[in-house]
């Protein structure tokens, strides 16, 4: 079984999350202030409205080859610039169900993929936001 292929391919899925100013551009906020990319929620939030605008957020993201690939509704290219082909990717959003039935989803290898190369990319781009804050 696969999961819905699409979803990430639509606005509350993360598609154009990245073109601020257009209609279509949306993303998820926590109550907390925490920023994702789709109302799924990414593994990791990319800021938080608390520490920082949104605006800003997103122009930190723009140009990075994994947040276009979500913004362009298409995750399982989020990976190849960093050695995650789209075999690797769609790979690592296999799992099975409690009841043994194989099952697959974006979201599930969007997760794997945060987990294993992502975060780090992520903490990096906050820390550059924060310093060139600091530095204003």
């Known amino acids: 079984m696969i999961g819905d292929p699409g979803y990430c391919n639509t606005w509350s899925g993360g598609l154009n999350f990245l ?12 109550p907390n202030g925490d920023v994702y990319p789709c109302c799924m929620k990414t593994k990791r939030a990319l800021g938080n409205l608390t520490e920082e605008p949104l605006v800003e957020i997103l122009a930190s993201l723009v140009g990075h080859p994994a947040f276009e690939a979500i913004s362009m509704g298409h995750p399982e290219r989020m990976g190849i610039a960093r050695g995650w082909d789209v075999a690797r990717f769609l790979a690592a959003c296999e799992t099975a169900t409690p009841g043994g039935r194989r099952y697959r989803n974006l ?3 969007c997760d ?13 781009v906050r820390a550059r936001r924060r310093a060139a804050r600091a530095a204003a």
């Open 19 to 30: 073109n601020d100013g257009y209609s279509g551009s949306e993303v998820s906020i926590e």
């Open 107 to 109: 979201c599930i290898g």
């Open 112 to 124: 794997r993929f945060h987990d294993a190369v992502l975060g780090p990319a992520i903490d990096e």
